[in-house]
């Protein structure tokens, strides 16, 4: 049963939206959680975005009274991760806005000559800038990523190469194993859970509703929370005999969650939603094997 005393941590890409189009029945969940006081946080692996810009794609697609606030990102918690484990540090960034202003809000200055860091975050940076980046680990600096996806969706069914596997290019070239934050690591489950905590503290049960079980299901399994897994996004019911460890409930989409949380009844998990085909959708990507470095 889902009541206030639940808190949820969302993905965002194949969970609420894929491209530019909403999972049918995604506002109407938001709008629920927000009615009855429910937390919730969306938290997302995609470093390039500010929760600022978060925001505004999300209200263009049509969600209501959302901020800043609601987003956590793969970056935002890289930024966190090097502030607190490594006061003043410096870092040289190979990513976009979303992580610049991340390490910029955490204090951590930009280094090109000799920096503690290179930052990996999504992203096309140019060859000389990779090259450099080689350069500084080769010279000392220490490699770290801000996901470990080696893919992204980048609209009308394509993909582009992800943080993963800029990190993969870096980890051959300089003989240097990366080290990834965002989902799975479980310092960006607890760092989100606290900031649910922080602003909710009836919030006691965490769920956390995915797509993906390599990130979303994995790392919440991991810290033990609940993983309601979706199948509008990368995974399909019949890759779950995979995976060592499963999700809490599989559910076709958020749809699936709105009578429950409207009445408070709990579903019927023998009824699971999982077995009625997903929403169709223009524009989702066919399922593709997760890699990571
Ligand atoms: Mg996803």
């Not at 996901?147 to 300089?174: E, H, I, M, V, Y």
């Not at 080290?179 to 690591?185: A, D, I, R, V």
């Not at 995974?235 to 429950?260: K, M, W």
Request: proline share 6%; charged share 20%; glycine share 8%.
């Amino acid at each position: 049963m889902i009541t206030n005393q639940n808190a949820f941590l969302l993905d965002m890409d194949g969970v609420i939206y894929r491209d530019d189009h909403v999972i049918p029945g995604a506002e109407r969940l938001i709008e629920l959680f927000q009615k009855k006081d429910i937390p919730f946080l969306f938290l997302t692996n995609n470093s390039m975005p500010t929760a600022e810009d978060l925001a505004v794609k999300l209200k263009h697609l049509g969600f209501k009274n959302l901020h800043p606030r609601h987003f956590y990102t793969s970056a935002i918690n890289t930024a966190e991760f090097l502030r607190e484990t490594h006061p003043n540090c410096t870092a040289y960034v190979l990513g976009e806005g979303g992580l610049i202003s991340a390490l910029q809000e955490a204090k951590i200055p930009n280094d090109s000559i000799s920096p503690h860091y290179v930052v990996v975050g999504e992203g096309s940076p140019s060859m000389d800038k990779i090259a450099k980046a080689h350069e500084l680990i080769e010279r000392g600096a220490r490699l770290v990523v801000t996901n470990p996806d080696c893919w992204c969706p980048s609209g009308g069914n394509k993909t582009r190469p992800g943080a993963g596997a800029l990190a993969a290019f870096l980890q051959t070239s300089t003989g240097q194993r990366p080290y990834y934050l965002g989902k799975p690591n479980p310092y960006m489950f607890t760092r989100a859970q606290r900031r649910l905590m922080a602003s909710y503290s009836q919030a006691r049960d965490v769920i956390m509703v995915g797509d993906t079980m390599e990130t979303d299901i994995r790392g919440a399994v991991e810290i033990g929370i609940q993983a309601y897994l979706v199948l509008t996004g990368s995974t399909a019911l019949g890759d779950l005999a995979d995976y060592v460890y499963q999700p809490t409930r599989v559910l076709g989409s958020v749809a699936d969650l709105l009578e429950e949380v409207e009445t408070g009844k709990q579903s019927d998990r023998l009824s699971s939603p999982a077995f009625q085909p997903p929403p169709k959708l223009d524009g989702v990507i066919k399922k593709k094997r997760y890699a990571t470095a």
